[in-house]
């Protein structure tokens, strides 16, 4: 299987302090997780249900690529994260294939876990975020 399973769903808010209320006191769900990704310049806060989680991606500066997309596009999804085995690989593949990387090479992202993202432009319009468990880099 290329895929092994939908790792996380990206959620762009302004504010998590304000979109968790609805998470928590609505939907019933519990953050256990609230971490800053400085290299991305978001501040994250997950939310599991079953396999999947639910990821509030908040910009912490103004060039972040989530304020970015605030901006353009205001709150909601953001991107779909997709749990591999064997990332470098499936990144050489995907080249191969003529899919636009944003990361050519796996970095480290929120929860401990090697990324890289696909241009939503060679992905009908989804941003792809391909993830796997942290290996040496
Ligand atoms: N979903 C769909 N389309 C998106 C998008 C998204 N999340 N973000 C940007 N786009 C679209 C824009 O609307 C724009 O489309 P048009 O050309 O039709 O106007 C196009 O992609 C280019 O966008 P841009 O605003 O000009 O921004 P950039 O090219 O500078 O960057 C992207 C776009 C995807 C490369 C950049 O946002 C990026 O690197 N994203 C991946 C990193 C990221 O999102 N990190 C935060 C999450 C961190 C984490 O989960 O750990």
Do not use: W
Request: negative net charge.
């Amino acid at each position: 299987m290329f895929l092994n399973f939908i790792e996380h769903i990206g959620i762009a808010v302004k504010n998590i302090a304000e979109a968790r209320t609805y998470y928590e006191d609505v939907l019933g769900l519990q953050c256990y997780a609230v971490e800053e990704v400085k290299d991305q310049k978001v501040r994250t806060a997950f939310f599991k249900i079953g396999q999947t989680k639910l990821e509030l991606l908040e910009p912490t500066s103004d060039d972040s690529p989530v304020a970015k997309f605030i901006k353009k596009h205001g709150e909601g999804l953001h991107h779909i994260a997709f749990s591999v085995n064997n990332l470098p690989e499936k990144l050489e593949i995907l080249k191969k294939k003529n899919i636009q990387l944003v990361d050519e090479t796996p970095r480290k992202g929120a929860e401990n876990l090697n990324i890289a993202f696909l241009h939503p432009k060679s992905t009908f319009g989804v941003l792809t975020e391909l993830c796997e468990k942290q290996t040496d880099l």
